[in-house]
């Protein structure tokens, strides 16, 4: 799948929320779509799902890190989810290397 198709397909309720201008979420959304597709075929594997999961879990995380770094009034705050996002980032990329 490549991003432009994969935007073409998203809901407007989605596209119509502000924290959609953000690129890195759009980015971040995209990630967890192509993991849960990578997911799909290594979890027939049954050794491979508790490392699937937590494949699933640190890729969902990024946006939702994001998504409520967005939300919060103080940068400080703001700061502090982004960071989490970047871990989960960094996570989700370790778990790629280890399957």
Known sequence: MKYREWINEIPEELTA???WNMNVY???LFLSD??????SEL????ILIS????LYRSAGSVSANIAEGYS???KLDQARFYEYA???ARECRGWYFKM
């Open 34 to 39: 192509i993991a849960w597709n990578d997911i």
């Open 51 to 54: 490392s699937c999961d937590q």
């Open 86 to 88: 970047l871990g989960s």
């Open 72 to 74: 919060r009034k103080s």
């Open 17 to 19: 929320d502000p924290l």
């Open 43 to 46: 979890a027939q594997n049954k």
């Open 26 to 28: 759009r980015y971040s």
